[in-house]
């Protein structure tokens, strides 16, 4: 990691259990805005937070994970207010993990969470402090759905709209207690207090940093601002199907915890897994007339190469780098396998001496096994490496 420091006095910190003291605050308020490959918005940015803010009680921190010229830009862009790059070799937890390292960086009273691509009108960022401070707040969101609000502008098409708008009812369903004060749990535009702020708690994944901000953090009191969302200024959308799972992943695990939102993922690709496993017992046993003990083990190992497949892309992709490929696919397909010594017997206890159909058999021993695999492939083949 590279710092490229303004002017200004350095930080202080103190750290212990209680999590980070910071001592000896310089600035009134920092603007914290992640980038990746902003090179045709941040000179506009710096010009437009300029004017909003007066110089002398504001910083601006830019953490970035670019892989163009956007911090040279930045550099080389002058700007009456102090302004920090903070360049990440590794972008570690995505965007929030930014964020997280801006939220650590800020000297400011009050910290604001913005994107660098315009669509947070920076006009708007005054009336967040303000209305945190003639309130009381802890956290100040910038609302797309409160009272005055849109996002109509902002998003680009009818598919945009809706998967923004599906998320958002999600996100508020499984969170409603916690959420019941924000309408806009999807924003990445807000203000936080730092005294409310413990970094420490934050675990972030992908780009929505302010759900792990209310559900880890539990700000006492909370208010919105409504803003209109605008259209991009330069560039391109950095919303991809990889940042869609990112965020069902950070769902299930902010939900139900890292472990059981695991074994959920790893459920559902078992269960997507049953397709190939009946249709080839189908095949074999009902089309051709192969023995259902024979069919039922081709049809297994059918489906242990389907499972590995999601297992790996998927469920433990942040954990694959600890094995190798070989080493990784012949433990899956060893495991998988093993538990036909499980399944087999049972299956010939259900078919032969109980009657139960060949498919209906072969279910039930499949359900039987999950949790010993799940347990299994969690615990010993995509262990986590201690730090």
């Known amino acids: 990691m590279t710092i490229t420091a303004g002017p200004g006095p350095v930080r202080a910190t103190l750290r212990g259990t209680l999590g980070e003291l910071r001592v000896g605050l310089a600035v009134q308020q920092t603007i914290v805005v992640p980038t990746y490959n902003e090179r045709d918005n941040v000179v506009t940015l710096l010009d437009r937070l300029a004017a909003a803010f ?4 504001t910083e601006i921190v830019f953490v970035d994970d670019s892989t163009d010229d956007t911090p040279a830009v930045i550099r080389a862009t002058p700007c009456p207010l102090p302004v920090r790059v903070i360049h990440r070799e590794q972008a570690v937890g995505g965007l929030g993990g930014a964020v997280v390292e801006g939220l650590r960086a800020a000297r400011g009273e009050w910290i604001v969470v913005m994107d660098a691509d315009l669509q947070h009108p920076p006009e708007v960022v005054p009336s967040l402090i303000a209305t945190g401070r ?7 969101v910038g609302s797309r759905y409160s009272g005055g609000g849109s996002s109509r502008d902002g998003l680009d098409g009818g598919y945009r709209r809706l998967i923004s708008g599906g998320s958002t009812v999600v996100t508020k369903v499984l969170f409603r207690n916690a959420l019941f004060q924000v309408s806009d749990p999807m924003s990445g535009l807000f203000a936080i207090r ?19 901000l209310v559900v880890r953090n539990r700000p ?6 409504p803003y209109a969302f605008q259209p991009r200024h330069a560039g391109e959308s950095k919303s991809s199907l990889t940042e869609g799972v990112r965020f069902l992943k950070h769902l299930g695990i902010l939900r139900f915890g890292a472990k059981r939102a695991r074994m959920l993922v790893f459920a559902l690709i078992g269960v997507s897994g049953l397709l190939p496993n009946q249709a080839v017992l189908w095949f074999l046993h009902d089309g051709i007339g192969v023995h259902y003990l024979p069919a039922a083990v081709l049809a297994n190992l059918v489906a242990v190469g389907w499972n590995f497949a999601l297992t790996d892309a998927l469920l433990y992709r942040n954990r694959r780098q600890h094995r190798r490929f070989a080493s990784r696919i012949s433990r899956f397909f060893l495991l ?4 036909l010594l499980l399944r087999v017997p049972l299956l ?10 060949v498919l209906i058999a072969n279910l039930a021993t499949l359900l039987i096994s999950f949790v010993v695999r799940f347990l299994v492939l969690d615990g010993i083949i995509y262990r986590a490496r201690r730090s």
């Open 134 to 140: 003639r309130d009381g707040a802890d956290l100040v």
């Open 54 to 57: 007066p110089a002398g009680d």
């Open 336 to 339: 998988g396998n093993a538990d």
């Open 220 to 225: 006492g009191r909370i208010v919105e601002v």
């Open 194 to 212: 730092t005294s409310s702020l413990e970094t420490e708690e934050l675990q972030p994944l992908g780009y929505k940093i302010l759900l792990e």
């Open 348 to 357: 010939a206890l259900l078919v032969s001496g109980l009657h139960v159909g």
